[in-house]
């Protein structure tokens, strides 16, 4: 780091003071994407953002995905992992590993970090309370005729925002994994950009920011898109730019902007203190997602 001055640091800290002042007790949905998760330098200073944010005044809700460690596990009891549409085919052993990495050691540890910070971090999955209720999705062919079937995948119905607003108003930090439960009673995968939309919507939150492994939305040359509209999304899934992982992910920060959450973000995880640039800085990092 180079030599800053102590008048530079307070200087600094100083300029936090309307971003501190402007989301004081406003509700920011976070995301924190397993490709984000990639040492534990990061996460722990991801952890340690979370607790600040906190302090300062605001409500952080984390939700967290873990697609890659999902991957890791299949990986080791010889099973691969399938995508179709940036959505994981998911037979029952898969969705046993998923519970298992998400619900279980995924989840565990960013609570632990945050505790570890002085946060009181509560984890959650969708089968507490029954609070994120699903159904099981059916995605279209190219052609939009035929069903695909994928397995136990979730598509929300509903959240229940009740149990999040319990925690926050008690100054907990909740950390939800992407686990849906149908009316059966039966767990479904939820792909986690979905959820933290949907939750950043029912919550009303101020914020909604996706933290991935690039720099942002890229077009076709590398570029960063540093603003996105609507129009501007429609093109850029027809000519094929945006493909993978990133297409649950478009579909859900516009979602989100079109019903009302302020400033949709998609910004680089694998910058440390990313989420403190976000929040505090005026430095913009990343894709801001608008309605128009
Ligand atoms: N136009 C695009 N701009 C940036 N990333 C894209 C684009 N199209 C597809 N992607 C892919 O989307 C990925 C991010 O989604 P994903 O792998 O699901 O990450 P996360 O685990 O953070 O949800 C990127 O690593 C990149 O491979
Ligand atoms: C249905 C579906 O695809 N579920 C995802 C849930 C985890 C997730 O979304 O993780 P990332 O945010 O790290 O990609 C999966 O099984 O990988």
């Known amino acids: 780091m180079p030599d800053i001055t102590p008048q530079i640091k307070a200087e600094i800290l100083s300029e936090a003071l309307p971003y501190i002042q402007r989301f004081l007790d406003k509700t920011i949905v976070i995301k924190y994407g397993g490709n984000a998760m990639i040492d534990e ?34 990986d080791r009891i010889g099973k691969k ?116 939309g949907k939750l950043a919507e029912v919550l009303k939150a101020e914020k909604l920011i996706l933290m991935t492994n690039t720099p942002g939305v890229l077009d076709k040359e590398g570029n960063l898109l540093t603003k996105l509209t609507a129009r501007r999304i429609d093109e850029l899934f027809a000519d094929g730019t945006i493909s993978g992982g990133m297409l649950p992910k478009i579909s859900s920060a516009l979602d989100a902007a079109k019903s009302g959450v302020n400033a949709v973000h998609i910004i680089d995880g694998r910058v440390k203190h990313a989420l403190l640039l976000e929040v505090l800085t005026e430095q913009g990092v990343g894709t801001m997602i608008r309605a128009k």
Do not use: Y
């Open 41 to 74: 330098e990061l996460k722990d200073g991801f952890a340690s953002d979370v607790v600040l944010l906190k302090l300062v005044g605001m409500n952080p809700v984390v939700v967290h995905g873990g697609g890659p460690q999902i991957n890791d596990l299949l």
């Open 81 to 196: 992992g399938e995508f179709i549409q940036g959505m994981r085919v998911t037979d029952a052993e898969t969705m046993d590993v998923v519970e298992m990495v998400l619900g279980g050691h995924v989840n565990k540890e960013i609570v632990s970090l945050i505790n570890k910070h002085g946060g009181k971090a509560v984890g959650l999955t969708g089968q507490d309370g029954h609070f994120i209720r699903a159904r099981k999705m059916m995605l279209k062919d190219n052609m939009g005729e035929n069903n695909i079937d994928i397995g136990q995948v979730g598509e929300i119905q509903s959240i229940d925002p009740s149990i999040v607003l319990h925690l926050d108003a008690a100054d907990f930090i909740p950390v939800i994994a992407p686990i849906g439960v149908d009316a059966t009673g039966e767990s479904l995968n939820i792909n986690a950009d979905l959820v933290a």
